[in-house]
């Protein structure tokens, strides 16, 4: 059998008030002609299919557009997806009958009968070949929020919650499945070891307290299809758990990735292979500096011109980061007319303001943080330290956490 793994498409999401559909079309465009060449049985999508809860129309048109466009030139092909922290699960499932009628599954929350007991049966999915035959069991967990984890009869332990959905699904898979049938895993979350981009993915965690451990899924998961984390890795190391990562650039942090899909085979419950397919770069994202303006302002000037018969929507996003030793009001107008005329598209001006030297006598840099940049987390310890003046202690980052839980879960209501 052969998957396909990818997550964090992010379809809707704005670098800094500028749309990236067209990239996010080029993508699809790329991975329809990927499931053309390689015919795999399988496509997982590991959440954050959209940017946010409620997503442009542009957006919703292109994942259902995929969908139709998959299932017409591979009628046979099998489409898993859960919903991410970013994605409202309601929403993901709203038009799950009808996509179940293109072989597409759709999984947002996930439920509990009467009597206390996990609806297993709503997450466990088969995936056959091409001939038909039942070769692996999906088990599809959504990123599960405290409500749906917690409660008077589930307990107040989130973490331990989320312990016991992975055991109660593995232990119903190991019940269902035959002798030589893959158990396949597609989940969104944070598995503990995974390494963060610097300001693009959504704080699941404070800390480390809430990374989940990969003991989680036991030797008879064969393979583990991760979202959350946009760089691609490997789960301590082990070939089997892995996050695919995001397919474009999310934010200027991560311009090194190299963006993939991951192509897994199996022969009957035994990995035997995990390809990365590389994904080709529709618009570059290009950071110049942190240096002073007047170096600055050289580099700009020399940027390649405008090409009048080049495709304006593959021009690069630009940021420029300025070292300054004081504020210059009129420093968007000097960057902007250095770029008149060049094939660039700017989106950000970063400033950096030489500081008075730290505290062991070395020089130090203090940066001038925009909004933007920080998480709830960092604004309220900044908050905290200013209104009492010492850091805050981490019951009370725990408790914030819990607190914000409730918000985001609020507000992600269709």
Known sequence: MRLFHTSDWHLGQNLHGQERDFEHACFLTWLLARLAERQPDVLLIAGDI???????????????????????????????????????????????????????????????LNDGVLDAER?????????????????????????????????????????????????????KRQPGQALIAISHAHMAGGSVSEDSERSLIIGNAEALPA???????????????????????????RYSGSPIPLSFSEIGYQHQILEINCDGDTLTSVEPCLIPRAVNLQRLGPAPLADLLVQLKSLPDIDLLAD??????????????????????????ALQGKAVRLVRIGAEYAGKGSADGSDGEAGLIELDQLTPQELFSRAWQDNFGSEVDE????????????????????
């Open 50 to 112: 959209f940017d946010t809860v409620n997503p442009p129309v542009k957006a919703q048109e292109r994942l259902y557009d995929f969908i139709v466009n998959a299932h017409e030139q591979q009628p046979l092909l099998t489409i898993v997806m859960i919903a991410g922290n970013h994605d409202s699960g309601s929403r993901i499932e709203l038009p799950a009958p009808l996509m179940r009628r293109l072989r597409t599954h759709a999984l947002g929350r996930v439920m509990w």
């Open 123 to 175: 997450l466990l999915l088969p995936l056959p070949d091409a001939n038909g035959d039942i070769k692996a069991w999906c088990l599809a967990l959504p990123f599960l929020r405290p409500a749906e984890v917690t409660g008077p009869t589930l307990g107040d332990d989130y973490l331990r919650g989320i312990g016991r959905v992975h055991e109660l699904l593995i232990e119903a898979a190991n019940l």
């Open 215 to 241: 003991s989680l899924f036991g030797p008879s998961i064969t393979y583990v299809a991760l979202g959350h984390l946009h760089k691609p890795q490997r789960v301590n190391g082990e070939e089997r758990i």
């Open 312 to 337: 304006p929507d593959r021009q690069p996003w630009l940021e420029v980061r300025v070292r300054l030793d004081e504020p210059q009001p009129d420093l968007r107008n000097q960057i902007e007319t």
């Open 395 to 414: 019951q009370t980052l725990t408790d914030f956490a819990t607190l914000l839980r409730e918000v985001q879960q609020e507000s992600e209501q269709p």
